[in-house]
Protein backbone atom coordinates (compact mmCIF):
# COMPACT_ATOMS: atom_id res chain seq x y z
CA UNK A 1 0.00 0.00 0.00
CA UNK A 2 1.16 3.03 -0.77
CA UNK A 3 0.96 6.33 1.65
CA UNK A 4 -1.24 8.53 -0.41
CA UNK A 5 -3.64 5.37 -0.51
CA UNK A 6 -3.29 5.12 3.11
CA UNK A 7 -4.28 9.02 3.40
CA UNK A 8 -6.99 8.08 1.52
CA UNK A 9 -8.08 5.34 3.95
CA UNK A 10 -7.60 8.30 6.70
CA UNK A 11 -9.87 10.49 4.89
CA UNK A 12 -12.88 8.17 3.64
CA UNK A 13 -13.09 6.02 6.97
CA UNK A 14 -12.75 9.79 8.80
CA UNK A 15 -10.20 7.81 11.16
CA UNK A 16 -8.71 10.14 14.20
CA UNK A 17 -5.14 10.62 13.43
CA UNK A 18 -2.09 11.82 15.64
CA UNK A 19 1.88 11.80 14.55
CA UNK A 20 4.30 10.52 17.21
CA UNK A 21 7.00 7.93 16.18
CA UNK A 22 4.52 6.37 13.57
CA UNK A 23 1.28 7.98 12.44
CA UNK A 24 -1.33 6.66 14.30
CA UNK A 25 -5.02 6.46 13.21
CA UNK A 26 -7.81 5.44 14.55
CA UNK A 27 -12.12 4.59 14.18
CA UNK A 28 -14.20 6.19 16.65
CA UNK A 29 -17.97 5.18 16.65
CA UNK A 30 -20.05 7.05 19.13
CA UNK A 31 -16.95 8.31 21.35
CA UNK A 32 -15.37 4.91 21.00
CA UNK A 33 -12.68 3.14 19.73
CA UNK A 34 -13.44 0.65 17.47
CA UNK A 35 -10.68 -0.07 14.89
CA UNK A 36 -6.68 1.25 15.06
CA UNK A 37 -3.63 1.06 12.71
CA UNK A 38 -0.20 2.86 12.09
CA UNK A 39 2.49 3.50 9.64
CA UNK A 40 5.70 4.69 9.56
CA UNK A 41 6.88 8.19 8.57
CA UNK A 42 8.81 6.95 5.84
CA UNK A 43 8.25 6.74 1.96
CA UNK A 44 8.36 3.37 1.45
CA UNK A 45 5.41 0.64 0.45
CA UNK A 46 3.35 -0.21 3.56
CA UNK A 47 2.01 -3.65 4.91
CA UNK A 48 -1.45 -3.39 3.38
CA UNK A 49 -2.11 -7.06 4.95
CA UNK A 50 -1.72 -5.73 8.48
CA UNK A 51 -3.35 -2.82 8.19
CA UNK A 52 -6.32 -4.58 6.57
CA UNK A 53 -6.53 -6.85 9.53
CA UNK A 54 -6.04 -4.05 11.56
CA UNK A 55 -9.24 -1.98 10.30
CA UNK A 56 -10.78 -5.56 10.49
CA UNK A 57 -11.55 -5.85 6.52
CA UNK A 58 -11.07 -8.19 4.03
CA UNK A 59 -9.17 -7.96 0.78
CA UNK A 60 -12.27 -7.06 -1.46
CA UNK A 61 -13.19 -4.19 1.25
CA UNK A 62 -9.72 -3.25 1.28
CA UNK A 63 -9.28 -2.56 -2.23
CA UNK A 64 -13.04 -1.41 -2.32
CA UNK A 65 -12.06 1.77 0.45
CA UNK A 66 -9.16 2.51 -2.05
CA UNK A 67 -10.54 2.44 -5.00
CA UNK A 68 -13.44 4.58 -3.59
CA UNK A 69 -16.19 1.80 -4.12
CA UNK A 70 -16.88 1.88 -0.54
CA UNK A 71 -17.75 5.05 1.46
CA UNK A 72 -17.58 5.49 5.16
CA UNK A 73 -20.99 4.06 5.68
CA UNK A 74 -20.57 1.04 3.98
CA UNK A 75 -17.37 0.61 6.82
CA UNK A 76 -20.19 0.92 9.76
CA UNK A 77 -22.39 -1.85 7.93
CA UNK A 78 -18.99 -3.91 7.79
CA UNK A 79 -18.26 -3.56 11.28
CA UNK A 80 -21.85 -3.76 12.37
CA UNK A 81 -21.78 -7.25 10.66
CA UNK A 82 -18.76 -8.23 12.33
CA UNK A 83 -20.36 -7.29 15.92
CA UNK A 84 -17.68 -4.53 16.06
CA UNK A 85 -20.41 -1.74 16.35
CA UNK A 86 -23.86 -2.70 17.71
CA UNK A 87 -27.04 -2.13 15.62
CA UNK A 88 -29.27 0.68 16.25
CA UNK A 89 -32.15 0.23 18.03
CA UNK A 90 -35.67 0.59 16.87
Not at 10 to 25: G, I, P, Y
Not at 31 to 45: E, F, L, P, Y
Not at 63 to 68: A, D, E, F, R, T
Request: aromatic share 6%; with cysteine.
Amino acid sequence: MKVHEFSRLEAKLRLKTRNSSHRLAWFEYEGKVVTRTKRSHGNKDLPASLIRQQLKLNEEELSGVISCALEFDDYVEILRNKGLIPRART
